[in-house]
């Protein structure tokens, strides 16, 4: 690794260590009767007890800890007095600041017993962020992480959401580039080494269109199918990547 940029690699992996065991912290209490502001509150609590901050909390006005979206939701659902029943599948997105770095990660998690098509996304919508994550090294395209994901979520009959995408992160939540999970091959910039950005496919059961409900954040299938996404926080080297949101669990 260059040293130029170990600084970042290194900020990056604490906070990316700090969310993923939020996650698997998170992981014991998804099950039929939990409410979801009991998955917020334990985010938050984990993560200051870690010396981080969690980024999500009133960012552009975002009020909890992190987002929890559940079956139809897409994203950015708000946790609430809402409780999670068995055959549910729910989105747990969480990012932490430590040290003025950040670290997103995020897994869909199923309650108790779920359907074989929800099984069947979640696993497609999991081995697609991973495809992804296998080809990115220095000089690939963004265009073939995004071929990677769509090619893969297609061939399973799945559709690949595109209101939102990944993003590059570091002392910043959110910034350049904008990392498509949909694409064809060689289009796109390319990336270079020292690059931290997510990858973070959101993949429905039937259309692709989303739209935003009245409280301004839980995005939803236009058609109300169920939705699935996972999220890594990766670091782009010469021969590959690094994940930084990898938990001692393997997700
Ligand atoms: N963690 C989300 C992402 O993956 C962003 C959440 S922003 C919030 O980019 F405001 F909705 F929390
Ligand atoms: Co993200
Ligand atoms: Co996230």
């Known amino acids: 690794m260059k040293e130029n940029y ?6 990056t992996r604490q906070a990316g260590i700090i969310a993923a ?14 409410r979801t502001d009991k998955i917020d509150k334990l985010c938050y609590e984990y993560i200051n007890d870690h010396g981080a901050y969690s980024a999500p909390l009133f960012y552009r006005g975002f009020p909890k800890s992190c987002c929890t979206s559940v079956n139809h939701v897409v994203c950015h659902g708000i946790p609430s007095d809402k409780t999670l029943k068995e055959g549910d599948i729910i989105n747990v ?7 003025g770095w950040h670290g997103d990660t995020s897994r869909t998690f199923e309650i108790g017993e779920v359907s074989i098509k929800a099984k069947k996304l979640v696993k497609t919508t999991y081995e697609a962020m991973m495809k992804a994550i ?13 071929a990677a994901i769509q090619n893969h979520v297609e061939a399973e009959g799945f559709s690949v959401v595109q209101d939102f ?15 498509l999970h949909y694409g064809k091959e060689g289009e796109g910039d390319k990336i270079k080494a020292g690059m931290i950005f997510t990858i ?13 409900l009245q409280d301004g954040w839980t995005a939803v299938t236009k058609d109300k199918s169920l939705s699935a996404q996972f999220e890594h926080t990766i670091g782009v080297t010469k021969e590959g990547c690094e994940i930084f949101t990898l938990s001692k669990n393997k997700k």
């Open 6 to 11: 170990k600084e970042a690699f290194d900020k």
């Open 21 to 34: 065991g939020a996650l698997d912290e998170i992981a014991k209490i998804v099950s039929p009767g939990t």
């Open 93 to 99: 997105d969480v990012t932490a600041l430590k040290d």
């Open 134 to 146: 296998q080809i990115v090294k220095e000089d690939i395209n963004l265009g073939d992480i995004g």
């Open 165 to 179: 995408c990944g993003h590059g992160i570091g002392q910043i939540f959110h910034k350049e580039p904008n990392v």
């Open 200 to 212: 973070e496919p959101m993949i429905n059961f039937g259309n692709y269109e989303t739209k935003i």
